[in-house]
């Protein structure tokens, strides 16, 4: 099975610009959740999905926002770049038989 | 609120030296605990989940173990592969959120 693909693996991005991160979860797996992972706070749950559906949400500002498509791929959407948007953004999905979350190798984003 | 502590941060350890990664937490309704291995620039790689107090896993030279107040990942006899980031996460009874622990820093040395 191919794991949980994330693109595109780097980004540049300025201030005040927009961006959009693609999650492709393990095939059959129908909840996808993000992180975020920088080195002051480490990783940081972002949202998760199901089934179309945002079930649950961290802590972090409306202009992160995400969604869901039917074959369970995930999009996030981060808008009005910050400088402190720079990080590695984590997708990770789980198959609803287990606990396990598994992951991508993440977009490492650079707000300039 | 839920909360994760790591220690230490960082850890050198010489080849086949061996030595434990502490993970303290505090959460109501502890569903699993989660032990990952991270790369640099790689994400996090599914080491161990944990359930219940006295619960044991092994998996070649790393072992973890859960009490009601902390976990314990044992290096055995280390390699230099093994040098990584090991992060512990917890997740509660309602919803697939993991609350992560800062990592240690693995650092073996030949």
């Known amino acids: 099975k191919a794991g949980v693909t994330q693109t595109p693996r780097y980004l540049i991005k300025t201030r005040g610009q927009q961006v959009t991160l693609s999650c492709s979860p393990i095939s059959g797996h129908r909840s996808v959740s993000w992180y975020q992972q920088t080195p002051g706070q480490g990783l940081q749950f972002l949202f998760e999905y199901f089934s179309e559906t945002q079930r649950n949400k961290g802590n972090f500002p409306g202009r992160f926002s995400g969604r869901q498509f039917s074959n369970s791929r995930s999009e996030m959407n981060v808008s009005t770049l910050e400088l402190g948007d720079s990080a590695l953004y984590l997708c990770a999905s789980k198959d609803i038989a287990n606990e396990k979350l598994f992951f991508g190798s993440g977009t490492q984003l650079s707000v300039l | 609120e839920d909360q994760v502590t790591q220690s230490p941060e960082a850890l050198r350890l010489q080849e086949g030296e061996s030595s434990s990664l502490n993970c303290s937490y505090t959460v109501s309704g502890l569903r699993g605990l989660f032990w990952y291995r991270q790369d640099p620039g790689k994400g996090p790689e599914f080491l161990f989940t944990?359930?219940?107090a006295g619960e044991e896993k092994e998996k070649e030279r790393l072992k973890a173990t859960l009490t009601k107040k902390e976990s314990f990942l044992h290096i055995t006899a280390p390699k230099p592969e093994d040098s990584a980031t090991y992060l512990c996460?917890?997740?509660?009874?309602?919803?697939?959120?993991?609350?992560f622990g800062g990592g240690t820093r693995v650092l073996v040395k030949p």
């Open positions: 996460a917890v997740m509660k009874a309602a919803g697939n959120k993991l609350t």
């Open positions: 944990l359930y219940s």
